[in-house]
């Protein structure tokens, strides 16, 4: 077998490993900015919906000053949180087994 020529083949193959693994490294920063951009998104939203209903129990706080009524407002803030929790307890376990579906399927 003529030296040179094994000695271009194993060039070859150092240089496609090098890409490939280049390849490898752009996905993963592409998915790991996909990940900030939906966690960054998901507080967003989440500060939002918070605003919302603070300003929601502000109004009907404002409404009617009665301790019947504060309390029932913290009932139903209660009741509200508790869905929240448990709806997003729901979507982290979807979330992770995407992110690690992800991570772990390399694409050509």
């Given at each position: 077998?003529?030296p040179m020529?094994?000695?271009g083949?194993?060039?070859?193959l150092?240089?496609?490993?090098q890409e490939?693994?280049?390849?490898?490294?752009?996905a993963?920063n592409?998915?790991?900015?996909?990940?900030k951009?939906a966690?960054?998104?998901a507080?967003?939203?989440?500060?939002?919906?918070?605003s919302?209903?603070?300003a929601d129990?502000q109004?009907k706080?404002?409404?009617?000053n009665s301790?019947a009524?504060a309390k029932q407002?913290?009932q139903?803030?209660?009741?509200?949180?508790?869905k929240?929790k448990?709806s997003?307890?729901?979507?982290q376990s979807?979330l992770?087994?995407?992110?690690?579906k992800?991570?772990?399927t390399?694409?050509n």
């Open positions: 077998m003529d020529r094994s000695q083949g194993i060039q070859m150092l240089s496609a490993e490939a693994q280049q390849i490898v490294a752009a993963r592409l998915k790991l900015s996909r990940l951009q966690k960054d998104e507080e967003r939203e989440a500060a939002r919906y918070r919302q209903l603070q129990f109004k706080v404002s409404e009617g301790a009524t407002l913290e139903e803030t209660v009741k509200k949180i508790e929240l448990e997003s307890s729901k979507v979807e992770v087994d995407m992110l690690v992800f991570v772990t390399v694409k």
